[in-house]
């Protein structure tokens, strides 16, 4: 099953964070071959361009949104192979984004500009994993520093 936006659910548990630390977000996307823009979208119908590309668009259209909300981005890397976990999950890309509060995710997604913007993600994605991560002290490996 396909994942691209939250539910109910797992919103509502994003609201219930504590809303006075950050949050950090781990992203992983699989794009499509082929954007897939719907029937009533200004792309719709317009010569095909790859889900990569269609993502690239929402990249440089919610930028300024999400630097207003003061995202940073963490970690970018190149997903390679599944060493453990489901053998048929590939990812074409994969970072880690910091958001000052949860608050701060939920007022971005809400912002008008930014739904907007969102149409190219929809179109890019063909399947999704967003995570939300507490900051925690780094350690030496596999511990945080606190459980050290």
């Given at each position: ?13 994003l ?21 897939a ?38 970690w ?23 958001y ?22 929809t ?26």
């Amino acid at each position: 099953m396909a994942c691209l936006n939250p539910t109910r659910e797992q919103f509502g548990a994003l609201r219930d964070l504590p809303q006075d630390r950050p949050v950090q977000m781990i992203n992983l996307l699989r794009f499509n071959e082929t954007a897939a823009y719907a029937a009533d979208d200004p792309e719709h119908g317009q010569a095909p361009v790859a889900g990569a590309v269609a993502y690239r668009r929402y990249a440089e259209e919610s930028e300024p949104i999400a630097l207003a909300a003061g995202v940073t981005q963490s970690w970018i890397g190149a997903p390679r192979t599944i060493v453990i976990g489901p053998e048929d999950e590939r990812w074409d890309h994969a970072f880690v984004a910091r958001y000052p509060t949860a608050q701060a995710f939920i007022d971005m997604v809400k912002n008008p500009d930014y739904q907007r913007a969102v149409r190219h993600r929809t179109a890019a994605v063909a399947d999704s994993r967003l995570i939300c991560c507490a900051d925690a002290t780094p350690g030496k490996t596999f511990l945080s520093g606190q459980d050290q």
